[in-house]
């Protein structure tokens, strides 16, 4: 490997852009430069229980903690879609079975 003294003289200085074939491809749509990834910040948007406006990241994050709430997972909407009623019935069959069993224990037999 030669050393940056060794071939200065090699070295082309005009600003002539490189033939086609001498050109770097990336396979990756990401640049090759690093830089620091910045988060915007939210659209203002209305609260879906209060109405009132939220506007930022901060405001949102405030809103969840105070309405005891969080973001859907991925997944999350289409599971309950395909399971929802499922565990729904099972757990009011539960329940039925509790109260039969409560007031069958009363009865007398």
């Not at 030669?2 to 852009?17: C, Q, V």
């Not at 405001?59 to 879609?81: A, T």
């Amino acid at each position: 490997m030669s050393k940056y003294e060794d071939n200065y003289a090699e070295i082309k200085w005009d600003l002539t852009p490189l033939p086609v074939k001498e050109r770097v491809v990336h396979d990756s749509h990401r640049s090759h430069l690093a830089m620091p990834y910045v988060a915007g910040d939210y659209k203002p948007y209305d609260c879906p229980i209060t109405g009132k406006e939220i506007d930022g990241r901060r405001e949102h994050n405030d809103n969840l903690r105070l309405h005891d709430c969080r973001i859907h997972e991925k997944g999350e909407l289409e599971d309950v879609k395909k399971n929802g009623q499922k565990r729904i019935n099972a757990s009011i069959d539960a329940a039925i079975d509790r109260s039969v069993e409560a007031v069958a224990s009363q009865i007398d037999i």
